[in-house]
C-alpha cells in the first residue's frame, strides 16, 4: 500500500479517519500532504471506494502548510436549519412528503424510505429547528436512517452482510466494550452490517466503525453493541446524557382513554401509547379550565393528562377531544360540579310545573279575586328559544 492510497479531489491525504455510525451521515477527518484550497462538494477515494460529501468550512484550515478538513456526506446539511412549516391532511400527512420536503430545502437526496408508518396523522407541525429532527420526527422511532457514500440519504434497516474470514483478521476484541480492530486488506470489506464470527464468540453484526489510514497503516475499529434500530455508540451516550438530565420532570400533553367515572368525579384511565413509558393511571382529577364546570366522560373518550409543574405526582386531566378527532365519545356537561344541575336544550322535551295562579275578574257580574288551581299541576312542553352564548352537547 503506497501513501497515495487516499485522495480527494486527486490531492493525497497522509492520514485519514472515516467514522461511519448506524444512523447519520458519515464523515471523515483528512489531513492533506499539502495545503490544497478544498471547498464544497467533493470526492474521497479509498483504495477502490468513493464517497461523495462536502467539506465543513467551519472545521477546515490549514497549519503549517497543511491542510486538515472534515468532510460529511452529502451536502453536510442535515444539521441546517429549516423554517417552521404545517401540515394538514384529513386522510392522514404522508411522511414521505415531510421528508422529501426536508431533504429538497436543505439540497440533500432522498433514496429508499421505509418508515414505521407511512402517514404520521392528520396533522404534522414542523418547528424551526435541524432538518434532522424532521425526519426523525416522521420516520418514527427505532428507525435508522444514514447517508451512503454516494451521498444519498437512506431510511430502514441496514442489510446484514455476512463476510468470509478470509476478509479480515480480528486483532483485538474487549467483550465489555463490544469494541474490535481489524486487519483489513480491502478497505471496503467492512460495512455496517458485517456480520463477523472469527475468533469471537457467536455472530457479532458491525453497528459503527472507523476507517484508519495513515500512510501506509490500515485498520478498522469496529462496535459489535445494540441493534439496528440503535443510533450507534456516541450517540446512544450522548442520548442517554440528556435523557437523564431530563427525566426529573414529565412535561407536555399524553393521551390517556377513559375507562371509567368514579363517583366523585375523578376518572380512571388507560394509557393510549404504552412507548411513551407511562402507565394507566387511576383515578384522576378534572382541571377542565372552566370555572365551575365538571364532565360527566364516558368511556372510551380520549382526554389529555398534563402534570402539574412537570410534577410526577400531579397527574390532572386538562383537555377532551374534539368531534373532529377519533376517539371523540360525547360527554355531558355539569356546570357546578358533580352535585350540579342538568341541563335542557332547544328542541328537548321538558315537563313544565303550573304554579297556581292568580284570578282577577268577575262571577256572574260581580268582581271577584281568587286563587286558581289547575287539577293537573304540570303539563308537557318543547323548549323553542334559548341563548345563543352557550351550547349544551349530548
Not at 461511519?20 to 447519520?24: E, L, P, T
Not at 441496514?158 to 476478509?167: I, N, Q, W
Not at 407511562?278 to 393511571?281: H, K
Given at each position: 500500500m503506497t501513501d497515495t492510497f487516499v485522495t480527494v479531489d486527486g490531492h493525497r491525504v497522509s492520514s485519514l479517519r472515516l467514522i461511519?455510525?448506524?444512523?447519520?451521515p458519515w464523515h471523515a477527518e483528512c489531513d492533506f500532504e499539502?495545503?490544497?484550497?478544498?471547498?464544497?462538494?467533493?470526492?474521497?477515494?479509498?483504495g477502490a471506494r468513493k464517497l461523495a460529501g462536502t467539506v465543513v468550512p467551519s472545521q477546515t484550515g490549514v497549519f503549517g502548510q497543511q491542510t486538515r478538513a472534515r468532510i460529511v456526506a452529502g451536502n453536510a446539511a442535515w444539521g441546517a436549519t429549516l423554517t417552521p412549516k404545517a401540515y394538514h391532511n384529513d386522510a392522514g400527512v404522508k411522511a414521505r412528503l415531510v421528508a422529501e420536503d426536508a431533504a429538497r430545502e436543505i439540497?440533500?437526496?432522498l433514496g429508499t424510505f421505509v418508515p414505521i408508518a407511512e402517514r404520521v396523522g392528520n396533522d404534522y407541525v414542523r418547528q424551526e429547528a435541524p432538518a434532522s429532527r424532521a425526519l426523525e420526527d416522521v420516520i418514527g422511532p427505532s428507525v435508522?436512517?444514514?447517508?451512503?457514500?454516494?451521498g444519498v440519504t437512506q431510511v430502514g434497516p441496514?442489510?446484514?452482510?455476512?463476510?468470509?474470514?478470509?476478509?479480515y483478521e480480528v486483532l483485538a476484541y474487549d467483550p465489555r466494550t463490544r469494541i474490535a480492530t481489524l486487519s483489513v486488506d480491502d478497505p471496503g470489506a467492512i460495512v455496517v452490517g458485517s456480520q463477523l464470527s472469527e475468533r469471537l464468540e457467536g455472530v457479532q453484526t458491525v453497528r459503527e466503525y472507523e476507517l484508519h489510514v495513515d500512510g501506509d497503516a490500515m485498520r478498522v475499529v469496529a462496535w459489535m453493541g445494540g441493534s439496528e434500530g440503535e443510533p450507534g455508540r456516541l450517540a446512544a451516550i450522548l442520548r442517554s446524557l440528556i435523557k437523564r438530565?431530563?427525566?426529573g420532570?414529565?412535561?407536555?400533553?399524553?393521551?390517556?382513554?377513559?375507562?371509567?367515572?368514579a363517583a366523585d368525579g375523578r376518572v380512571e384511565l388507560q394509557a393510549v401509547r404504552r412507548v411513551v413509558g407511562?402507565?394507566?393511571?387511576l383515578p384522576v382529577s378534572q382541571w377542565p379550565g372552566v370555572a365551575g364546570c365538571h364532565a360527566e366522560l364516558t368511556p372510551g373518550t380520549i382526554v389529555l393528562v398534563q402534570f402539574a409543574e412537570g410534577d410526577r405526582t400531579l397527574p390532572v386531566i386538562t383537555h377532551f377531544v374534539g368531534k373532529d378527532q377519533p376517539g371523540f365519545v360525547p360527554v355531558s356537561l355539569v356546570i357546578g360540579g358533580p352535585t350540579g344541575q342538568p341541563a335542557a336544550r332547544q328542541g328537548d322535551s321538558v315537563e313544565v310545573l303550573l304554579p297556581p295562579a292568580q284570578f282577577v275578574g268577575t262571577i256572574g257580574g260581580s268582581p271577584a279575586t281568587g286563587v286558581v288551581s289547575w287539577l293537573a299541576p304540570k303539563a308537557d312542553g318543547t323548549i323553542t328559544g334559548g341563548s345563543g352564548k352557550v351550547k349544551v352537547a349530548t
Open positions: 461511519v455510525a448506524n444512523y447519520g499539502d495545503d490544497p484550497a478544498l471547498s464544497g462538494r467533493v470526492t474521497i477515494t479509498v439540497g440533500e437526496t435508522a436512517w444514514w447517508v451512503d457514500f454516494d441496514r442489510p446484514g452482510v455476512e463476510l468470509d474470514a478470509s476478509a438530565a431530563t427525566d420532570q414529565v412535561n407536555g400533553s399524553y393521551r390517556y382513554r377513559v375507562v371509567r367515572m407511562l402507565p394507566d393511571i
